[in-house]
């Protein structure tokens, strides 16, 4: 590979750093295309994507960037799987093909907040893939927030309704 197709990936790598809001180092040896191609399939619906490294340019490319922490891990065959839009999609995927595949391996990850980048391991992989997808946590908050309006309702609605059944009772009581 000549130098400037060296440059240009390393360029690539730093934006791909830089933009990405959360990420999932994976080792995906023993996989064979047709399941790569399925993985990469089901990773575009969701807003992810699956980008093969270069170790020793992403490793450049990595400093200053918040998956910093990352730079020690690109060794053998890596993979990132990133998002740019859905902070759990890509950890969410990856644990659930890892686990229907043994050949795919979870190395480590990272959560973007602000300017700095949370390293997580495996079992925080794991967490951030079991969290309830952004739909799920907006019908909840919106469930939440119209509890107390409806019950209010119903407060309101019970005093007429409790008059009307007290008048029906004396009706009932003098005939």
């Given at each position: 590979m000549d130098r400037a197709t060296k440059e240009a990936l390393v360029k690539e790598y730093k934006e791909l750093f830089s933009s990405?809001?959360?990420?999932?180092?994976?080792?995906?040896k023993g996989l064979n295309v047709e399941e790569l191609t399925q993985l990469r399939k089901t990773?575009?619906?969701k807003q992810s994507k699956f980008r093969v490294l270069k170790n020793s340019l992403a490793k450049i490319a990595v400093a200053g960037t918040p998956f910093e922490g990352l730079g020690e891990q690109f060794v053998e065959t890596r993979a990132l799987v990133?998002?740019?839009?859905?902070?759990?999609?890509?950890a969410k995927i990856m644990t659930d093909a890892a686990k229907d595949n043994e050949k795919?391996?979870?190395?480590?990850?990272?959560?973007?907040?602000?300017?700095n980048g949370?390293?997580?391991d495996q079992q925080g992989i794991k967490a951030l893939g079991n969290l309830p997808s952004q739909e799920e946590l907006i019908v909840k908050?919106?469930?939440?927030?119209?509890?107390?309006?409806?019950?209010?309702?119903?407060?309101?609605?019970?005093?007429?309704?409790k008059f009307v059944r007290t008048l029906q009772a004396v009706a009932?009581?003098?005939e």
């Open positions: 990405a809001i959360t990420g999932v180092l994976v080792d995906y990773l575009y619906e990133y998002s740019q839009d859905d902070v759990a999609a890509p795919l391996k979870l190395i480590s990850g990272v959560l973007v907040s602000g300017e949370e390293v997580l908050l919106l469930f939440v927030m119209n509890a107390p309006i409806t019950n209010f309702a119903r407060v309101l609605n019970e005093v007429p309704a009932d009581a003098k």
